[in-house]
């Protein structure tokens, strides 16, 4: 079993940086690709970026891209979302995600285990 802890979230004006955390609890953390996902009230949840267990490669949603950066320190057993740029439209609760497979991707049904989400808002 994997649990997963997002923290980071909170109110910022548009314009502004937000870095999202989520910690991990387990031993394999590092074999396993991660991706942060959100979901904005009256919509479905929806892709954001993921990393892959070596960080080697990252997968960024055309809306995020130039904004977001994904990272990870399998040491700490924590990925990232470091988030610039935003816009009111990136109001949501942020969710992320973890792939015992190692191969993550943009859909969420690949993802074995979930935090219980962090929200961000963004005011205009």
């Known amino acids: 079993q994997v649990q997963l802890v997002e923290s980071g979230g909170g109110l910022v004006q548009a314009g502004g940086s937000l870095r999202l955390s989520c910690a991990a609890s387990?031993?394999?953390?590092?074999?396993?690709?991660m991706g942060w996902f959100r979901q904005a009230p009256g919509k479905e949840r929806e892709f954001v970026a993921a990393i892959t267990w070596s960080g080697g490669s990252t997968y960024y949603a055309d809306s995020v891209k130039g904004r977001f950066t994904i990272s990870r320190d399998n040491a700490k057993n924590t990925v990232y979302l470091q988030m610039s740029s935003l816009k009111p439209e990136d109001t949501a609760v942020y969710y992320c995600a973890a792939d015992a497979l190692g191969i993550g991707g943009t859909g969420s049904h690949v993802y074995n285990y979930w935090g219980q989400g962090t929200q961000v808002t963004v005011s205009s």
């Open positions: 387990g031993r394999t953390f590092s074999r396993y690709a």
